[in-house]
């Protein structure tokens, strides 16, 4: 006992954080597979529209959970404490106002995406403004490295998503998209405890010194602008497919890419912990290509095993995570899992220099999601070609996210050595 003590004391709270990470995505995948299973692959092609747009809405509001968390770093006392404040006021609203969108257009996003009823969106909506707030308190908690209790609202946003869906399913008569959709809605509640309330009093007027203002004005429109490429690259092919093929074909393909972007969301794990050292590391005049070289060489080594997992064993994969119904898909998992591997990989380098307020991997990135919409576009006469499309614009992204990375090194190379 005194021993498993001492283990844990020596435990870092940012490994205890990685732990909790892969935790929460396992909680998250076993959600989407328990799911896949119970439904079948017509109503979880619904289902999986409705992960879908929670992906999306994550991508939207980590711009303010990111801004969150960088200025934490950088700011203190008095314009820390009218950043918060203004962050909290202006996350509320835009929340607001998708959540509006939303339910209103709800009958709109029924037709576009051929789902069964509009009640699901309008229920999604609800629960939006709740994301956004939510998001800022993370950032807050990712700034300043409380990791445990950053951990604590990722653990009971899944939790309470996975035992609420499964239990209005089996207890509830209603349609499943419904039911998934409100659980979705509710979860958002408990995600957002722990919540940090000092100091927090939206409803007065706060100002910023003009330099502090643009500055982060300046870092939220690219990473608003990056994130939108990132929803683009990691959602457009499900949305685009749920469109252009039936039902059937659309909740196959859900659950192809739920496995293939494994990588992605252990990636994901990496940016959590890679945005306030670079930050910091930054504020302090020290180099961070180091800890750069050591998030690429974790999320490599992962992708490779992953991808060579899905090569020799796909029908065993595929099998054991959604069933023989959706066995089909076996030729494709491990060219999947090359698109999100290579996205992935890329994805460390753009927030790397997203951090440095190096903008140009984020305009990059944002060109090559526009290449791979219109890519599906215009070849989607098979699920095969649709992930073909994908490999081609993510392997053209991290070659260009690589030769950046070449010439800002050796731009900085000189710049040291003058110095």
């Not at 003590?5 to 929460?24: D, G, H, N, R, T």
């Not at 998503?161 to 998209?177: G, P």
């Not at 576009?377 to 053209?396: E, K, R």
Request: some cysteine.
């Amino acid at each position: 006992m005194i021993t498993s003590l001492k283990v844990l004391k020596q435990i870092s709270p940012e490994q205890k954080f990685m732990a909790s990470v892969i935790i929460v995505n396992g909680g998250n995948y076993l959600y989407n597979l328990l799911l896949g299973r119970i439904l079948g692959p017509e109503q979880f092609a619904d289902a999986a529209l409705l992960i879908t747009f929670l992906l999306v809405l994550s991508f939207i509001a980590m711009t303010f959970q990111l801004s969150t968390a960088k200025f934490s770093v950088i700011f203190e006392n008095g314009i820390f404490n009218n950043f918060i404040n203004i962050i909290h006021k202006y996350a509320a609203i835009t929340g607001i106002v998708f959540g509006f969108l939303i339910i209103t257009f709800a009958g709109q996003l029924q037709q576009l995406f051929n789902t069964q009823t509009s009640l699901m969106f309008i229920l999604f909506g609800i629960g939006v403004p709740l994301y956004f707030v939510m998001s800022v308190n993370r950032g807050f908690f990712q700034g300043i490295k409380k990791f445990d209790k950053l951990a604590i609202t990722y653990q009971g946003e899944m939790i309470s998503r996975l035992l609420l869906t499964l239990a209005l399913i089996y207890i509830v008569n209603l349609q499943s998209s419904i039911l998934v959709a409100l659980g979705i809605a509710l979860s958002f509640v408990f995600g957002l405890f722990p919540f940090h309330s000092e100091g927090v009093q939206p409803f007065k007027k706060y100002q910023l010194p003009i330099a502090e203002n643009k500055y982060i004005l300046k870092f939220f429109i690219l990473t608003a602008f990056y994130e939108l490429s990132q929803i683009i690259i990691n959602n457009s092919d499900i949305l685009l497919v749920k469109h252009y093929f039936d039902t059937y074909n659309a909740g196959l393909y859900a659950s192809l890419a739920l496995i293939g972007r494994v990588v992605y969301f252990v990636a994901w794990m990496f940016v959590m912990l890679l945005l306030p050292k670079v930050v910091q590391r930054q504020k302090d005049g020290l180099s961070s290509a180091s800890i750069l070289f050591k998030y690429v060489f974790y999320i490599t080594l992962l992708s490779t095993s992953i991808v060579i997992g899905c090569y020799f064993f796909p029908e065993f994969v595929i099998n054991i995570m959604f069933g023989k119904q959706y066995i089909s898909m076996a030729p494709l998992l491990w060219k999947y899992a090359i698109a999100t591997s290579l996205f992935a990989i890329s994805n460390i380098f753009a927030y790397y220099f997203l951090s440095l307020d190096q903008y140009i991997p984020v305009i990059i990135s944002s060109l090559l999601g526009i290449l791979q919409v219109v890519l599906i576009i215009l070849f989607h006469d098979s699920l095969l070609q649709v992930v073909i499309m994908q490999i081609v614009a993510m392997g053209i992204l991290l070659i260009f996210q690589l030769l950046f990375f070449a010439g800002y090194q050796k731009i900085a190379a000189k710049h040291l050595t003058k110095g």
